[in-house]
Structure formats: C-alpha cells, structure tokens
C-alpha cells in the first residue's frame, strides 16, 4: 500500500465529528457510527441527535458505552495503523520487550513486530516454529505490501476477564469459559466457532430482501422525481398560456391574472410539498436500507464474535425497517392534471383538476356481479384536503379486465357534483378486476376485485332429491359441516339427514308432543358441531338433537313471556346462539346451545316473521311473510332496515317463506310467486329463477332455502314434495 492509498484509507476510518482515526467507534440505532467519546460529548440529557440523519438516539441506561460496537471498522482501523508501521509512517517498537531497540522483523502469525535480541529469541522456540517470520527491510523495499492483517482482538470477559470464546443460545450474548459453568450452566452453549455458521445463515437470510427493497425504492425515487418535474413543466406551461390570454386583456384584468397565476403557483408548491414530503419517506427508508445494507456487508466479513454481537441488533432493526418499508407509498400522491381554461367570461379561472385520486373512492362496490347484467357503481371525488369536490368535469375512467385478459370499458355519467356514475357489465365468469382512474391516476384501492357469477344458468336443477317418493311436504333445509344437510319432513312430523352424497343417512322424529316427537316441525339449523336444532311449530318448542339423532334438550314452550314461543317456524345458528322466527309472537326470539333464554325483539317491526339468516356483515336478515319485505337488524336486535315491495314483477316479493345468504353477500329469497330471487347485499335485485309448476326447475311453494359452501342451492318444493338442488357454476 502507498502512501497515497494509506491516506485515503485514513479519510475514509476517521470519525465525521473528530476527522481522527476512529477510536472505539459505536453505531446509533441509524447504523452511522462515531467514536465513543465523540458521542459522549454529543450526548444532551439522555439524547444524542445523529450529525449525518438529524435523527434521535435514546443513549442507554449504561451510557454511550452499551452501544454496539463497530467491529468492522475496529478491524479496519488496526489493520491502517499496521499498514503505517509497516510503512515506517508510524514509529513501530518491538513488542515483546521494553528496550528501545530497531525493530527488525515482522511475524504475521504473532501480529508482532520485533527487534533483533527478540528475533533470535522468537527463531529458538518450539511455540513459534513455522511462523513465518519477514524483515522489516523486506516489506519495505517491496512497492506494494503483503497481504498482511491485524490480528482478531477477541473481547474479554467483563467479569472473569477470559475471552468470549462461547456462545450462549439461550440468552443470545458471547461468554466466557467459566460464565458457561456459571450463569449459564443448563442453557443452550457452545464455541464460537460451531454457533457462527449456523446465525450467520440466519443473519444472511434475514437481510436477503435488502438488495431488492433498495432497487424497488430507487424505481419509486425516479417515479416521483419524474412525476415532480411534470408538474413543474405543466406549470410552467399553463404560467405561459396565463400569460398569452392575459396580454390581450385591458390593464383592469392585471390584477385577476396575478391572482390567477398565484393560484397556480399555490397549486404547485402543494402538490410539490405532498411530493416532497412523500420523497423524504422514500429517501429515509431507503437510507436506513442502505445502511442495513452496508451493516450486512461488514458482518459477511467480520469474526464470529463480531457477527453474534451484531446478531440481536440486526434482527430487530430489519424487522422494524421491513415494516416501515411496507408502509411506503409507491405511488406518486399527487398528479400532474393542472388546465388553464380560455373563456368568453372576461375572468376565466385557472383549474388544477382538484379531484385526488390518492383520495377519491367508489361507493357501495359490489363483492359480486351477475355476468351479462348490467350494474352500477359510484365514485366520489376528493380534494387534497379530503373533503367532496362540488363540480364534475373530471377525467375518470372506469374499466373491467377479467383473469382472461378481456377488457370492457364502462359507461360514465357526470353528475357535475363531483359524483359519477359507472354502468359496468361483467362478461366473463371469475374473478374481474375494476380499474378506476382520475385524470390519470389510479385511485386508492384500485385495482378492485370484483366476483362474476352465472346466476342466469340456474334453470335446472342439478339433482331432485325425495327419498324415492316417500317424502311428504317439506319445509325447512339446512346445511352443516363436511357435507351433511337436513330436511324437515312436514306433514310425516320428522326430520331427514343426508351424507355429502345426498343419500339419506337417518330419519329423526315422529308424531307426538314427547321428547323426540314432533307436531308439524317448520324449521332446521345444524351448527358448527352437526346438532340438530328443530323448531317444533305445533308444540311451540324447539328441540335439539345430537350429530346421531340423540335427543339433547328442548326449549321454549306456549305463551308470550320470556323465554317462551308461539308457532316457530324459520331457524338459524351463529356463534353459540339459536336465532327462532317467532311467527305469533311477531318476533325474533334468541337462545344459547343450552336452551338458555337471551332476548327477544323486532315486535315493532314484524307482522309474520318466517325465516332467519345471518349476512356476511354479521346482521340478522329476517323474511316477512305479511309485509312481503325482507327486514334487517342488529345481531343484538337493534333495527337496521328493510327491502323488497309486494307484487309479482321481478325483485317484487309476494309472501316469502325462506332466505339465504352466501360468502358473497348474495341474499335468495324464495316466496309464495313459486320462485327465487336473487339480491346483492344491500338489497339490489340481480336475477330470479324458476316458476309455477311441477317440472324440474319449477316449483309449486318453495318454503325452504339453503345455501352450501361449494354454490349449491338446495330449494324445498313443498307441495311438489321434493327438494331441488341447482348449481349455480
């Protein structure tokens, strides 16, 4: 090494605050280090604020001192100062004695320099023999010196003074020999150099994803720096066409083109103050990154003890480093969009498109679609202080793309209050994504995933299922878990359980008013653990039964106190609790498994209650078979709100018997117009299937309805004494 390069090695180990060589240098929780007595000087209180990043370190209970040590550069700094001995730029004495004696000779493998007497000395023992020993005068007479390097200071022991030579698993710090016979006896130990392999592996995968957060966030820096310096081009451009208009204007006109051209500046510095504050989190995290980076660099190089000392610090800080990376927004939060608009009015106004996409959203948007029909969506623009923009005129644009690659656009209507109206039409069946774009930039959320389903293929059934003709009239379907359903059996008074292959596994039930007996059962309900809960409408009691038909419990019984019902018809479990369509009582009564009594409500609401289900917002829908609607309430029984009129048109409803709903949100309704009706969430009808009669796929009352993990739908053709199981895929 020359002493050219022995200089620069010398400005790049010196200490930002001291510009000296590093003396014990200590990195903050920012990775820039320091020497340990600089930062003791920088300390005010328990604070120190970094020089380089202005960020603020908390100085630990210990002091300055328990901050981790920079290994790598206490490697690099005694490797310098050996460089410059060698070199004769530093004065060199023989280390293993005190005369004052030339220094001779060199011993790498000692790490020592030597005079004569200490040469022969060192030649004559046994310990030292096949060191290697060089003449001074050799390593300097060459241009360039050997590879030569300091040796390891392996650190000491703050209580016995031995080495740290081991390593303790169990509480992730180095020991010494004797703290392992110690303190640490019984925990996971062992030498330095058998736990090294196995954490730098470990420190090695933990910062992989380093090197691709780096390159990911340069491409976001150069996004933003393009994004800025369009805005400051379009600003310059609509300053100039400012200029054009208003040069032909009268002298009282100066005045509103420097409020005018002050607006456009205003619009630039806060689209540049958004742009800057985003730039600075970029730069930041991908600072912070890039010294993780660099920390990862010097670990591949360092020793075992200098690799396990770093090993807790590295962990931690890539775990908060990866979360804060997460949290980066990679897109520009604002855009360029800024129009200067000539006009007849002899004070034409400056429009830089306020509408923030980072902002704006879409209202109401459904999980699912119909495919082939038409449905709508809105979308409400925001300004940059998130508040609604009161004008229209904005560039949105609104496309689906399916997972086939098929775009359609949709139709947009302005309605010039900052709101627009989007008709989409779904067109192939799966998952579709919504692009949803203001002037030309995505908005939040966007893409958007939206579920197409072939609702219009449910004509016929997929299998009719009536127990070889020996089943009467029923009522109420449900489904339980691994494929078992449930059927009530009006008119023969039981209950039929079927397997996942719709064969009928067993017959619950007969006539009667004992345990086990039924009087006209309506409803069914099977939770979580395959229990049958019946509701025994002429008995005016609900029974529950085990996954073998095993008599459980009952409650209920006739009146209307608490606890009590009058005809249960429709049934329902959620979360440890029995939802009962109280039908003469007007109400919904609710249950715990063991029968016991919680509470009642929707009497002032409901006319007929019929059924109920549970949506996937965790609300109550209950079908009303009187007023011919479908009401929502609280899980709790507060009252939510209602959808559906009478009549016979299509989303019409006319009596409904039965309701279900699925993972979509879809509500299905059937009712005494012989068919079912399908609604979104909210209440929206989508489509309807079925008709009056007795061929597959019509129905003569279709009293029951439910819903199956896979799609299915299973209808109970009351007076046709079937069930009907269409597919709705």
Sequence with gaps: MSAVEVKKAQNNLSCPVCYQLFNNPKYLPCYHSYCEGCLEKMQVQSKIICPECRKEAKVPAGGVKEFATNFFINRLVDDLILKKKVTGEEKVNCDDCDEDDPVVSFCPDCNSFLCSACNDSHNRQKRFRGHAVVPLTELRSNKETPAIQAKV?????????????????????????????????????????????????????????????????????????????????????????????????VEKLMKQKDQVKQQVRDTVSQKEKALTTQLDEVDSTQGELVSMKELNDALEKSSDQEALSAKKQVIDGMQQLTEKYKKVNKHPVQSASMEFTPSKDPFPQFCSFFANANLSEVADLPQSIAVGKKVEVTIITKDSNGDHCSTGGHKVFVQLKSFTGNVTVGELRDNNDGSYVASLVGEN???????????????????????????????????????????????????????????????????????????????????????????????????NDNHLYVADKGNHR???????????????????????????????????????????????????????????????????????????????????????????????????????????????????????????????????????????????????????????????APVGIALSPNGSIYVSDHDNKRIQIFTNY
């Design 153 to 249: 200071k392996i650190p000491l022991c703050k209580e016995h003074d031995y080495e740290l030579k081991h390593y303790c698993e169990t509480c992730d710090e180095l020991v010494c020999m004797y703290c392992t016979m110690k303190d640490h006896n019984g925990h996971d130990h062992d030498t330095v150099n058998k736990m090294a392999s196995k954490h730098r592996s470990q420190l090695k995968k933990v910062t992989t994803p380093v090197e691709g957060m780096i390159q990911d966030l340069s491409g976001v820096h150069d996004n933003i720096d393009k994004m800025v310096k369009k805005i400051r081009k379009q600003g310059k451009e609509v300053n100039k066409q400012v200029d054009q208009h208003y040069n032909v204007l």
């Design 429 to 527: 069946v799966g998952e579709t994504k919504l692009h949803v774009s203001i002037n030309g930039q995505e908005i939040r959320g966007s893409p958007y995933s939206i579920v197409v389903r072939n609702y219009q293929a449910l004509n016929l059934p997929n299998k009719i299922v009536n127990n070889n003709g020996s089943m009467g009239h029923p009522w109420g379907v449900a489904l339980g878990r691994n494929g078992v359903w449930a059927v009530v059996d009006n008119s023969n008074h039981c209950v039929y359980v079927f397997d996942g292959e719709d064969k009928l596994v067993r017959k619950v039930g007969s006539s009667g008013s004992n345990n086990s007996q039924f009087n006209y059962p309506h409803g069914v309900a099977l939770n």
């Design 542 to 700: 609900v029974q529950k039964f085990d996954v073998n038909g095993n008599y459980l419990l009952q409650f209920g019984g006739r009146g209307s106190g608490d606890g009590q019902l009058q005809r249960p018809v429709g049934i329902t479990t959620h979360n440890g609790r029995v939802y009962v369509a109280d039908r003469n009582n007007c109400c919904i009564s609710v249950f715990k498994y063991n029968g016991q009594f919680c509470i009642s409500f929707g009497s002032d609401q409901l006319v007929r209650p019929y059924d109920v289900a549970v949506n996937v917002n965790n609300q109550l829908l209950v079908a009303d078979y009187s007023n011919h609607c479908i009401v929502t309430f609280t899980l709790d029984g507060h009252y939510v709100g209602k959808f559906g009129t009478q009549g016979s048109n299509r989303g019409q409803l006319n009596s409904p018997y039965s309701l279900a709903t699925d993972v979509n949100g879809f509500i299905l309704v059937s009712d005494h117009n012989h068919r079912v009706s399908v609604f979104d969430h909210v209440g929206n009808f989508i489509h309807c299937f079925g008709s009056g009669g007795s061929a597959n796929g019509q129905f003569s």
